[in-house]
């Protein structure tokens, strides 16, 4: 299993690890992360103990909408994970049978824009407890949903650390089948119909194919990064999305956006930009133009320090 050890300066000089514990109730945990659920894991706030109705008959502690536009539904567990792949697939499954619902309360909770942009293609299930099982995590990868295991400690001095233990991409196969059945009977219209699992994902243009195997490269070295191919762009993810990766044949140059405090960052004009207020496909504040080999490896620096941030 994945281990998180922390380490303090003491008035001598020495080294001293800091000691973790857990919760003393669920709900601290949950209260905790909801208050900076978009910082510590790129998902926008869109319901508290939400009630999946009378016939799924079940509660989801946290309701909401990833960076990339995914549904994700949060459980909290103040010990070990056990059940989490049963309501895994309970709740992704009631998530299926409640388009409509969801969309409504995306609607009312972030705008119109946000719920026309959902995502159905993979929607998550993130569990956050202070253990995960070694058969869980292998089950974990065989399911075609898409779960993310995250093991939690809070340590003195208000300190709450959130560690990836496993993560499952899922298969778009499974879902999207599933909403294809269910399109055919209650979808009278023509099959060009706008369905968002039938999206094209974003095409690499062959002119810039080379440059972003090159880039690619780069973006994966960092352990296990889950990639994610969306309709406008390609995110690089470990819990948050860590590159947005965008292209301009016409211009014969890549766009990285990546997420880094644009303060820290020393930019370059035609090469790095600060994109802070200004509106833009996929996720971060530091713009870096690729156009070249040389781009790619004078940005090297700059990815590096976003990824470790994570």
Request: glycine share 8%; net charge negative; hydrophobic share 40%.
């Amino acid at each position: 299993m994945a281990e998180l050890m922390l380490f303090r300066r003491d008035a001598e000089g020495w080294d001293v690890e800091l000691s973790g514990t857990t919760v003393a109730l669920e709900v601290e945990l949950q209260r905790r992360v909801e208050a900076g659920l978009e910082v510590m894991l790129g998902i926008r706030f869109l319901a508290s103990e939400y009630p999946t109705g009378p016939w799924h008959r079940g509660r989801i502690d946290t309701l909401g909408l990833d960076e990339n536009g995914s549904p994700v539904v949060i459980e909290y567990k103040k010990g070990s994970d056990s059940g989490v792949l049963s309501q895994a697939v309970s709740y992704l499954s009631w998530l299926e049978s409640a388009h409509h619902e969801v969309e409504a309360l995306v609607r009312k909770v972030l705008g119109a824009e946000a719920a026309e942009s959902i995502d159905w293609r993979r929607p998550r299930m993130v569990c956050i407890a202070a253990g995960s099982s070694r058969h869980d995590r292998v089950a974990v990868q065989r399911l075609p949903e898409r779960i993310d295991l995250v093991r939690y400690r809070v340590f003195e001095g208000d300190l709450l650390s959130l560690l990836l233990v496993d993560s499952s991409p899922g298969s778009p196969g499974a879902a999207s089948r599933r909403s294809r059945e269910r399109d055919a009977v209650v979808d009278t219209g023509p099959p060009a119909a706008v369905i968002p699992d039938r999206v094209e994902p974003c095409l690499v243009p062959d002119c810039l194919r080379d440059l972003y195997g090159e880039l690619d490269e780069a973006l994966t070295a960092w352990g296990e990064v889950e990639v994610r191919r969306l309709r406008h762009y390609i995110a690089y993810r470990l819990m948050v999305n860590r590159a947005s990766v965008l292209f301009r044949p016409s211009h014969g140059v890549i766009l990285v956006y990546l997420t880094l405090d644009p303060d820290t960052v020393e930019f370059e004009e035609g090469f790095t930009r600060d994109m802070r207020g200004i509106g833009h496909l996929g996720t971060g504040d530091v713009e870096v133009r690729i156009a070249s080999a040389a781009d790619l490896d004078k940005a090297g620096l700059l990815i590096r320090r976003a990824f470790e941030a994570a």
